[in-house]
């Protein structure tokens, strides 16, 4: 089972480049989810989507976009990067997370970005 | 909207030795709370989740947490630490009905010999 697979694992950027992060899960679930990882400050929510074709904005959104044109693939969008946006960024998908049946959220590997 | 608050940064303990890792949690109505682990360079892997019922929860690897609806806490414990362990461990809090996790700042372990 491949789970929750993120694309690329490792980037450098150049501040002012774009680039995508791509997620893609294999599990049939509803909910997928962008996060970033900062030291001290756990996992914020950037974007998340409770379907295809819907997204919708977590903590912190700003500087990034998403989109979720079919139901296993979730993309991540950097429009400008900034070095501020170095981070390690994670995927995850859930069934319906409000039940009792689908309240596990599965990550990804993980993908380190660094904006010089 | 539900926090977390994992008051502990590090923790280093000694192999053998017990452990509690402490989390807080700030929602108004029954969470779902969850722990998950991250070892260096991985993605996080889900320990143990508490949403209804019995207020002491088995986790995998020996871990296990209590639910205090009074101290608003989901404490994360284990008898005894082995090197393994030594990772850092994540809090998280869900709403009944809701869409998103709300994750703690960590706690960083540390297990010497």
């Known amino acids: 089972n491949a789970g929750v697979t993120q694309t690329p694992k490792f980037r450098v950027l150049k501040t002012g480049q774009s680039m995508t992060l791509l997620c893609a899960q294999d599990?049939?679930?509803?909910?997928m989810y962008w996060y970033r990882q900062d030291p001290g400050m756990g996992l914020r929510l950037i974007h998340y989507?409770?379907?295809?074709?819907?997204?919708a904005k977590g903590e912190v959104p700003d500087g990034y976009n998403v989109s979720r044109l079919k139901k296993q693939n979730f993309l991540l969008g950097l429009e400008s990067a900034a070095p501020s946006q170095t981070s390690v960024y994670f995927c995850?998908?859930?069934?319906?997370?409000?039940?009792?049946?689908?309240?596990?959220?599965?990550f990804g590997e993980g993908s380190w970005l660094t904006v010089v | 909207a539900q926090s977390v608050t994992q008051p502990d940064i590090h923790i280093t303990v000694s192999e053998g030795a017990s452990l509690e890792l402490r989390c807080n949690y700030s929602y108004g109505a029954t969470p779902y709370l969850f722990w998950y682990v991250q070892s260096p360079g991985q993605g996080l892997q889900l320990l143990l989740k508490?949403?209804?019922?019995?207020?002491l929860v088995q986790g995998i690897k020996g871990f296990e947490a209590e639910f205090k609806r009074s101290q608003s806490s989901f404490n994360l414990r284990k008898p005894s630490v082995h090197w393994s362990d030594a990772a850092e461990y994540f809090c998280a809090v869900g709403a009944v009905g809701g869409n998103k996790l709300v994750f703690g700042a960590g706690t960083i372990l540390r297990v010497k010999s």
């Open positions: 508490y949403f209804s019922g019995d207020t």
């Open positions: 989507s409770v379907g295809e074709g819907t997204t």
């Open positions: 599990m049939n679930h509803e909910y």
């Open positions: 995850a998908s859930s069934y319906n997370l409000g039940t009792d049946f689908g309240n596990t959220i599965y």
